[in-house]
């Protein structure tokens, strides 16, 4: 392997985890804005919090195992 398909490689790898990590809040983000009406989250008082913390959770522990793989 030539060091030009290796440093593609490793770009490739970190775009791709970059990607998945920044499709966690969409994810969350679409699924709370699709208006739905029997969501039981939606009439709880903390369910917006809850929804962030969803998300930073999510692409927390997305970053931490990229990282321990050296993926970033």
């Not at 030009?4 to 709370?32: C, E, M």
């Not at 913390?53 to 793989?69: E, G």
Request: proline share 4%.
């Amino acid at each position: 392997m030539s060091a030009g398909q290796q440093r593609a490689g490793d770009d490739f790898k970190k775009i791709s985890s970059w990607a998945t990590i920044l499709f966690a809040p969409t994810l969350v983000g679409t699924i709370y804005g699709m208006n739905f009406e029997v969501m039981p989250e939606l009439h709880w008082a903390a369910g917006y919090p809850f929804a962030i913390l969803l998300m930073a959770v999510v692409c927390t522990s997305l970053y931490v195992i990229f990282k321990k793989r050296d993926w970033l």
